[in-house]
């Protein structure tokens, strides 16, 4: 949802006061369809998160939920279908050839806008992935349909239509969406906004395969080839367990070290708040935020972080927040859990220390007995 | 290798610089206005005083379309010590004319529009220029500037320089010199932001009325300064300012004051609740007439903060940088049609100019001001606030003392804090400044 | 070779208040900006524009006082700017706003010469949505590459363009076809200064100021408020956390001390943390 000239938001009014009138033509699209992205033959965990949200709006509206698996004909798909099951899905639409090997848009978005215009969902939803997001701008285009792109919150309404939630200028506040006289009514989530779904091991429902009409000469990208991310920016900063990060406070690039060892003494993933990046000390994918990574860590350490309204947005979902501040009325103490006002340059080598103690082979069986 | 010729060149687009680059533009000179900031205003973040009339004598119809957040109805003059203030206030519904005569502005937004009329006038403006060098021919004239981008010098017949209080290019020119830390105060400010209802209510207001405080006393902790509150629509500019020399003196920071200026039981209640944004510090020239430099010579003009030609006493400030730049602008016009050239001999019409004008007027008759309150400043901001407070509270709590004792005994400290020589000298003095 | 690249003015979301007690937004003293990540797009169709030869036009949709951004990215170095300003236009999402800008984009094509590639910005950051770019490539029927990081080489006379494209844990090397739409990923370069002729050039040239129908927008119910699909119902602060962090007191206690005391806090919370970290340790 992009508000150019909106004027400033107000509730309900307006147009929003409309009664929704849906067209005849879309009477009859039914169902929650989640977008199951591969990558690199791996299914990507925030389509198994939208399979969990996606359950509990198909429960409400008591439709069902479906799975859809673009892919080659190889056993990586297959693969992906039986996760798609194994988290929910009732079924599974599936559109299996060579051409569907490596993301490009124009075969993409031609499977998928062909199986809603044959299938007719009511929902869809994706992963507001590099690839999620390029494929669902491009497929409600051509649907002409309205998208609402990083929601936080997904919800069926008392007349059976969507309100996502997402935030708007900057995070400070949130809004509700609704796609009114369109269907089906599109939505990317972010990778880990939303809590993971337990694992079933349930038997292979329904599959409906669907045929690509596509040629390879009749696409004009070519992948030529693919840099997989040398190991230290593989960092899987969204779904560590147990991330440490620091902001302005440490004061200079040196005493990001600092982060880094208690990072590697607890094995936890490190990060940084956003002028960290601009400033050049660390790189952008080791952005923790709105406009970098949402993390849900069991564990956040956050040191010399103010805790302005974007950088929390991507942390709230963190189950123990703590916080080291020198300013007592910083407002990361809002939302953190336990809190330090104290130096966390002296403070972070105490603490990667009392770590170390405690966790040292001999005390740690201490702990477990 | 010169880029392109003007006839004037205005350094900097606050108050003063837009003033004189409007003034020629509209009168048909070509002109160009460097600026540093992003934007006209961008470095000017405070809310202020802007006086219509000499607003009016530039752009006789700005209440049309210019910024402007609330006309002044009342003015409250608060002299305070740490627990309790006594003011003078005065409200009048004759400020709610047509045409009001003071509107609290928020430079930000005011400085942008009046660059857009410099605009519109013709004139030329680039921003994010910051003008690195006044450039001389071989006979020491100004001929024109170099700036921070690549590409040459761009040469003009007379160079304005309205580049404020610190004024580094004037300085490195050697056309003035640095001001001195007794002759600038350092204002700290703060914008609160509450709902446009809140403000009104808590200073009962109607629409777009606006009040003013301006408070002396133990905020200053003995220095000479003053503390300030403006209500704006949906802010307050809140702030305290002291001469650079006394913080230095007395190791004081501006902070520590303002804070403690905020947590005043006076001032606490009308700034509850509110959401505090933007934080500035910015220079005030104090010096008054004694300061002023040399401001013309060849090739060159200075005019506003630049010239320390700023009203301490009466924290006028703005309407001087506008005049003078209104003035020397005008100079520079008539001599320009009379096709003079702009040689430090011409251009002292100007000073002539100026010097009739209530700016000049107004900063002689307080010339000694700045130095008695500077050297008496523990009497005047510390030691009478108390002894008022002191002599308030007294006058007013009914306790069956007889009224004739109530009154000797306040007498009796004001003597004993200064002497009986101390208050009539002080009294003396401050009506010899005055005058 | 001509460049066409969108560009939004947005405000500086940095600076933004909410009311605190309507919980609306308070935009009063708010600057404006151009969108940050539309900065790298720009700068890349300069560089490209300087080894090619040719001509960058701006574009944006907006209120008038947009004509600010523009203003600024002429300062850059870019040769026209066209503002697509309309009461119409008013209340677009995503959906009506590719429309409105593939039609100018369009109109541009027409009228300054047929673009070889189009650029946006990544995704700005008041809307956030990353999905204008790919809805103008949609509309135009242009090649759409996104979250491009390079612009590896680019062949005039065959129309060939290659990228380096991030994607989900590395980056793609595609090959494609001009013309294209490209989306710029943030931190590949940095916005030059312009020099003082550009800055001079830029402060006296003209806006192009365009309306829906100097566009050539005739289907008026595509745009704006009756362009757009969604529509935003209701807009709310995030609730606060009920109670504020938990402290640990700090008064004259060592670090070491102080460290053993937040560990062992810690693990009085959440015990099962205890095993999560030894664990980790070990790998
Ligand atoms: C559109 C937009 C998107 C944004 N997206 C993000 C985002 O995704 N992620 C993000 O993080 N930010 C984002 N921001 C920036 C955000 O608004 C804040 O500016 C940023 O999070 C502040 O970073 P910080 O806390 O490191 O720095 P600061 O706000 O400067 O805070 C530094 C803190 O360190 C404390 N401190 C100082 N010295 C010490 C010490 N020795 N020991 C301990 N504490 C100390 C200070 O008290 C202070 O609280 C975004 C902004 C905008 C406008
Ligand atoms: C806290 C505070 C409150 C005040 N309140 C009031 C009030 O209520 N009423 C009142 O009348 N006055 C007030 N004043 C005083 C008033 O603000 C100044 O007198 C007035 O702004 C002076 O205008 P100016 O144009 O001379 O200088 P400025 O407004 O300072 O403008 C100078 C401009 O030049 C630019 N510049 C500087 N160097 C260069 C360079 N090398 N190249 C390019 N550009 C350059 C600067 O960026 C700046 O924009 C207040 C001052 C302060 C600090
Ligand atoms: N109103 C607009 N005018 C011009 N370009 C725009 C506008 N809105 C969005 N864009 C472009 O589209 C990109 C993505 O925007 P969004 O989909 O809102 O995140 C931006 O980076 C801009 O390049």
Known sequence: MSTPNRETPRPAAGRAGIKKELPDRFKDYRHVWVFIELERGQVHPVSVELLGEGRKLADKLGVQLAGVVLGPPEEATRNAVAEAFAYGADMVYLVEAPLLADYRNEPFAKAMTDLVDTHKPEILLLGATTLGRDLAGSVATTLHTGLTADCTELDVDTDGSLAATRPTFGGSLLCTIYTLNCRPQMATVRPRVMPMPQRADRPVGRVIEHKLWLAEDEIVTKVLGFLPDSQSAKANLAYADVVVAGGLGLGGAENLQLVKNLARAIGAEHGCSRPLVQKGWMPADRQIGQTGKTIRPKLYIAAGISGAIQHRVGVEGADLIVAINTDPNAPIFDFAHLGIVTDAIRFLPALTEAFTRRLSPHSRDKLAS | ?435 | MHIVICIKQVPDSAQIRVHPVTNTIMRQGVPTIINPYDLFALEEALRLRDAYGGEVTVLSMGPPMAENALRKALSYGADRAVLLTDRYFAGSDTLATSFALSQAIAKVGETFGTPDIVFTGKQTIDGDTAQVGPGIAKRLGLLQLTYVAKIASIDLAAREINVERRCEGGMQLLKSRLPCLVTMLEGTNEIRRGSLQEALCAARSQVVKWSAADAGIEDLTRCGLRGSPTVVKRVFAPTPRAEKAERIETAEKTPRDLADELVAALFTRQPELAHELAFNNDA
């Not at chain 2, 320390?308 to 049609?337: D, P």
């Not at chain 2, 130095?371 to 002191?390: D, E, G, I, M, V």
């Not at chain 2, 009914?398 to 009539?424: C, M, Q």
Request: hydrophobic share 40%; glycine share 8%.
């Open chain 2, 1 to 435: 290798m010169i880029e392109e010729e003007f006839d004037a060149i205005v350094i900097g687009a606050g108050m003063s610089g837009n003033a004189a680059a409007y003034t020629m533009a509209s009168q048909g000179l070509k002109v160009l206005q460097l600026e540093r900031g992003e934007y006209p205003g961008s470095k000017n973040v405070q809310g202020a005083i802007m006086y219509a009339n000499m607003l009016e004598k530039i752009i006789p119809d700005f209440r049309d379309d210019a910024p402007l957040e609330r006309h002044l109805v009342e003015q409250r003059l608060w002299v305070m010590d740490d627990t309790s203030h006594t003011g003078i206030h005065h409200r009048s519904d004759h400020f709610n004319e047509a045409k009001p005569n003071r509107y609290t502005i928020i430079r930000a937004q005011f400085d942008k529009w009046f660059s857009r009329k410099v605009r519109e006038a013709g004139a030329t403006v680039l921003c994010e220029t910051t003008v690195t060098e006044l450039v001389r021919d071989g006979r020491d004239r100004v001929i024109g500037v170099r700036t921070d981008r690549t590409g040459g010098i761009i040469g003009a017949d007379v160079v304005v320089l309205a580049e404020g209080v610190c004024g580094l290019l004037g300085t490195r020119a050697g056309l003035r010199s640095m001001p001195k830390p007794e002759t600038v105060a350092l204002a700290v400010k703060e914008m609160h932001f509450l709902p446009e209802e809140v403000i009104e209510q808590r200073f009962g207001l109607n629409g777009d009325e606006g009040c003013v405080i301006e408070a002396v006393g133990t905020i200053s902790r003995g220095m000479a300064g003053l503390g300030f509150l403006y209500t704006n629509k949906e802010s307050i500019s809140l702030g305290v300012g002291c001469l650079v020399s006394d913080f230095a003196a007395a190791m004081e920071s501006p902070y520590a004051l303002l804070d403690a200026f905020k947590n005043h039981p006076s001032i606490r209640p009308l700034i509850a609740g509110s959401e505090v944004k933007e934080y500035a510090a910015h220079l005030i020239p104090e010096g008054g007439y004694k300061a002023i430099p040399q401001l013309f010579g060849d090739g060159w003009v200075l005019v506003g903060d630049a010239a320390q030609l700023n009203n301490a006493v009466h924290r006028e400030g703005s309407n001087l940088a506008m005049t003078s730049g209104r003035i020397a602008a005008e100079a520079i016009v008539q001599l320009k049609r009379r096709s003079h050239p702009m040689t430090k001999r011409n251009l002292s019409l100007y000073k002539i100019m100026l010097d009739n004008s209530f700016v000049v007027k107004d900063l002689r008759k307080y010339k000694d001001m700045p130095a008695l309150l500077h050297t008496n400043s523990c009497n005047f901001f510390t030691t009478y606030p108390q002894l008022l407070s002191k002599a308030a509270q007294n006058f007013l709590r009914v306790d069956g003392t007889p009224k004739i004792d109530k009154e000797k005994a306040t007498t009796a400290a004001f003597v004993k804090a200064r002497s009986r020589w101390g208050l009539v000298s002080d009294a003396v003095r401050l009506a010899c400044a005055w005058r």
